[in-house]
T-cell receptor
Framework: QQPVQSPQAVILREGEDAVINCSSS?????VHWYRQKHGEAPVFLMI?????EQKGHEKISASFNEKKQQSSLYLTASQLSYSGTYFC????????????FGGGTRLMVKP | DTGVSQDPRHKITKRGQNVTFRCDPI?????LYWYRQTLGQGPEFLTY????????KSRLLSDRFSAERPKGSFSTLEIQRTEQGDSAMYLC?????????????FGPGTRLTVT
């Protein structure tokens, strides 16, 4: 029941774009995105609640397709600070806001 | 700093010993969660509290694990008779839940090494 993230890893040059996908086999109430740098705690990026909802945070945005049980995180004009591991966390219905995290996508941005 | 804090940050123990970790959530956050994270994996849910009530426990949480949040503020996670497989990062998160869905804010974690 763990959501599946793809790709598992991606290497970018500064300024390039990336898309990280998160797919679940169960109906989702919400999707949460976090970024974690090595040795640090996961940092909250954004939460998507409704099917078709899109949100943006500086140059990072995300979409949530409730019908397909999928979410995508879009990073545009990547910066060195975007490097880290990105996790999606999904919440099913009647799950009490219990997050089930995917395996993560390791993103490395090079100069 | 008003973020989530955890203590200790690192713990090395011998197999069979008991360990206890503490988590102080963001002030006024009524929900507190415990997660476990192993290298290269996402955090794995263990349990959560709303105020002092423990509302959910993962099936993965063996009887050796117990958590408390006696006054609805800080929480402790105890592992009895530690095993090498318990080695992991233990993360605490908190959230404020007036209604609906809400983001969880994570603490820096306690890294446990069982030798």
């Amino acid at each position: 029941q763990q959501p599946v993230q793809s790709p598992q890893a991606v290497i970018l040059r500064e300024g390039e774009d990336a898309v990280i996908n998160c797919s679940s086999s169960k109906a989702l109430y919400s999707v949460h995105w976090y970024r974690q740098k090595h040795g640090e705690a996961p940092v909250f990026l954004m939460i998507l609640l409704k099917g078709g909802e899109q949100k943006g945070h500086e140059k990072i945005s995300a979409s949530f397709n409730e019908k397909k049980q999928q979410s995508s995180l879009y990073l545009t004009a990547s910066q060195l600070s975007y490097s880290g591991t990105y996790f999606c966390g999904t919440v099913g219905y009647n799950a009490g806001n219990m997050l089930t995290f995917g395996g993560g996508t390791r993103l490395m941005v090079k100069p | 700093d008003t973020g989530v804090s955890q203590d200790p940050r690192h713990k090395i123990t011998k197999r069979g010993q008991n360990v206890t970790f503490r988590c102080d959530p963001i002030s006024e956050h009524n929900r507190l969660y415990w997660y476990r994270q192993t290298l290269g994996q996402g955090p794995e849910f263990l349990t959560y509290f709303q105020n002092e009530a423990q509302l959910e426990k993962s099936r993965l949480l063996s009887d050796r694990f117990s958590a408390e949040r006696p006054k609805g503020s800080f929480s402790t996670l105890e592992i009895q008779r530690t095993e090498q497989g318990d080695s992991a990062m233990y993360l605490c998160a908190s959230s404020l839940t007036p209604s609906g869905v809400y983001e969880q804010y994570f603490g820096p974690g306690t890294r446990l090494t069982v030798t």
